[in-house]
């Protein structure tokens, strides 16, 4: 069996593009559609309700291109609709990226330290704290919101002295603990690219975890499980998607996935009837 549909992901703006990244590098041969919500980001200051909505809306738009599997590329979303999109897409599989974060930081850390820096709404479910005690109950976690980060990232601003002021007013008290983390998980599918500039405020000596790679190789695995992956040999094509802002989605989006993106080459669309 071979299935040549593609595969739909979805953040609230540019950041999900990381995860984007990762699916295209382990899984070279299938088709990926991606929709930034530009028009309504970001969704880490919004309540769980509206976040549902925004996210059931998006992926009903997803549906539209026949997509075999949905990835929540939003840790945000991942934390509050990942319940609510599974019940609502059945059949169709829906990945999240908070259990492949958790799982990726709790093989990661040696002392059973685990600091998690994410969205306003995304530390405030304790979507992390839950899923990491799930694997490791004795684990300890800290978590902080850090909603500048997504600004800067969807800015373009991913180092300088700005980026960097920002990083040490987050992270500084998070690793001026007796008991120090020895693990830091980047809740945030925007976060990566501000690696550089977090690596040096909080140091070598921190494991720094993102969820992309690890939620890329849990949507291999849900591919084989339900003979979903396509048999082709020809490489995937990308299909780009966004709210509002073609121009800045396509610039700023190329960052992110380190490759040009045209803005020609965005398809503006409008989930308001959906």
Not at 99 to 105: D, F, K, L
Not at 112 to 135: D, K, P, Q
Not at 223 to 240: E, I, P, V, Y
Not at 249 to 259: D, L, M, N, S, Y
């Amino acid at each position: 069996m071979s299935d040549n549909r593609p595969i739909g992901v979805f953040d609230s703006g540019i950041g999900g593009i990381t995860v984007l990244k990762a699916l295209r590098a382990r899984l070279p041969h299938e088709d990926l559609v991606y929709l930034g919500d530009m028009a309504r980001l970001p969704y880490g200051t919004k309540s769980a309700e509206t976040v549902t909505a925004y996210s059931l809306q998006t992926t009903k738009h997803l549906l539209t291109h026949d997509v075999k599997m949905v990835v929540i590329a939003c840790n945000t979303a991942s934390s509050v609709a990942l319940g609510p999109l599974t019940e609502a897409l059945a059949p169709i599989p829906v990945i999240g990226v908070i259990e492949p974060g958790a799982r990726a930081g709790v093989a990661a850390t040696k002392t059973n330290h685990i600091a998690v820096i994410a969205t306003e709404a995304t530390v405030r479910v304790g979507a992390y704290a839950r899923a990491i005690h799930a694997l490791a109950p004795d684990a300890h976690v800290v978590q902080e919101p850090c909603g500048l980060f997504v600004t800067l990232a969807e800015e373009g601003w991913i180092s300088g002295d700005v980026v960097e002021a920002t990083a040490r007013r987050y992270l500084t008290p998070l690793f001026k603990r007796k008991a120090s983390p020895d693990t830091l998980v980047l809740g945030c599918t925007h976060f990566p690219v501000l690696a550089k500039t977090i690596r040096k405020v909080v140091g070598r000596g921190v494991k720094l975890v993102d969820s992309a790679e690890t939620t890329a190789k849990a949507v291999e695995a849900a591919l084989n499980d339900a003979g979903l992956a396509t048999k082709r040999k020809a490489r995937g094509r990308n299909r780009f998607l966004a709210t509002d802002s073609r121009e800045r989605f396509a610039r700023v989006g190329g960052i992110f996935f380190g490759e040009v993106i045209k803005a020609k080459d965005v398809e503006l669309v409008d989930l308001r009837f959906n």
